[in-house]
């Protein structure tokens, strides 16, 4: 189906219970809030934990009339590098785009497990990230802070200074909470590894 220009789709892999669906929901939430049109979704299937989950987004700057899962992403994000095993991941990425990956290993070393995917390989130690900043692994706000940070969706600062109010909502009386997470996003964006 043929899209305007503008329209950025991304594909969310992840297990049940490690926060894919919530990222995607997120990062559709603050692209709202600065002023583009989204969409995110989750695929349902077995939602038990531990199985895999897909997400999506859609965002762009006109209104999108395309209702449907999305096969062509400009960029895949995988939350649980696991899935390199048993998933197609680069199925239908465009070689444009880019594939982001929750992985301690260098680029190089997981672009040999994507199937000749020729595109930008992405990773970020958003397990170690999470753990380090947070205590416990969520590598779900680390995904969302790279996810940012590669597709330029949405700017990198506006997105900062948005999660840092939303987060002060929420965890209005948890400061140590909005600390760790937003310590979380800032090292997932410096902390990214690319190789194209």
């Not at 919530?22 to 709202?32: G, H, I, N």
């Given at each position: ?12 892999h ?12 997120l990062?559709?939430?603050?692209a709202f ?8 979704f989750?695929e349902?299937?077995p ?17 999108n009339?395309v209702h449907s ?16 095993h048993t ?14 990956i ?60 948005d ?22 996003l800032?090292?997932?964006?410096d ?6």
């Amino acid at each position: 189906m043929e899209q305007n220009n503008k329209t950025v789709e991304i594909r969310w892999h992840g297990r049940g219970g490690q926060g894919a669906k919530t990222a995607c929901l997120l990062l559709a939430d603050v692209a709202f809030n600065s002023g583009k049109y989204v969409q995110g979704f989750p695929e349902y299937g077995p939602e038990r934990m531990g199985a895999p989950i897909t997400a999506y987004n859609r965002i762009s700057d006109t209104p999108n009339r395309v209702h449907s899962n999305i096969y062509e992403p400009d960029f895949v994000v995988v939350v649980d590098e696991t899935l390199l095993h048993t998933v197609d991941v680069t199925s239908g990425l465009k070689e444009g785009g880019a594939i982001i990956i929750n992985s301690t290993r260098n680029p190089k070393e997981v672009r040999k497990q994507l199937g000749g995917y020729k595109g930008r390989v992405c990773v970020v130690d958003a397990g170690g990230i999470s753990v380090r900043t947070l205590g416990k692994e969520f590598p779900n706000t680390p995904m969302l802070a790279a996810t940012v940070k590669v597709s330029q969706v949405i700017d990198p600062e506006k997105f900062l200074a948005d999660m840092e109010e939303s987060l002060g909502h929420k965890f209005a009386s948890k400061p140590q909470v909005i600390a760790g997470n937003m310590e979380a996003l800032r090292f997932a964006m410096d902390e990214i590894r690319e190789e194209q």
